[in-house]
């Protein structure tokens, strides 16, 4: 088993940044792919930002996102990062942090493209991130 508590999240302006943080516990030791979900009200997640090996040359975003956020791992503190630069209202969302214990590199990446409708992987509560205009 695998816990994952989110933490980071708030209510900043246009423009602002955030940094979403993910404490995982328990079973970390074969889990290589982590990823950052959001969702709308109303709507089913979306994939956001994956994360294989913890290595930032296979990370991987949705278009939305590319060259505004970042995810990141430190594998010693078993937590992985969103940094959120250049927010806009439309970031606004809960956002969530999942862990794939099963996944190799090439799933990583169509997990945020394409999440399977019924995704039995680790998932954390939730943080709300809310950017005023």
């Known amino acids: 088993q695998v816990q994952l508590r989110e933490s980071g999240g708030g209510s900043v302006q246009t423009g602002g940044s955030l940094r979403l943080s993910c404490a995982a516990s328990g079973s970390t030791d074969s889990i290589n792919c982590m990823a950052w979900f959001r969702q709308y009200p109303g709507r089913k997640r979306e994939g956001v930002a994956s994360l294989y090996g913890g290595d930032s040359s296979t990370s991987f975003y949705d278009d939305s996102v590319k060259g505004r956020f970042t995810i990141s791992q430190d594998i010693a503190k078993n937590t992985v990062y969103l940094q959120m630069n250049n927010l806009a209202p439309d970031d606004t969302a809960v956002y969530f942090c999942?862990?794939?214990?099963?996944?190799?590199?090439?799933?990583?990446?169509?997990?945020?493209?394409?999440?399977?409708?019924?995704?039995?992987?680790?998932w954390g509560q939730g943080t709300q991130v809310t950017v005023s205009s």
């Open positions: 999942a862990a794939a214990p099963t996944y190799g590199r090439a799933q990583c990446r169509l997990w945020i493209i394409l999440p399977p409708p019924d995704d039995d992987n680790y």
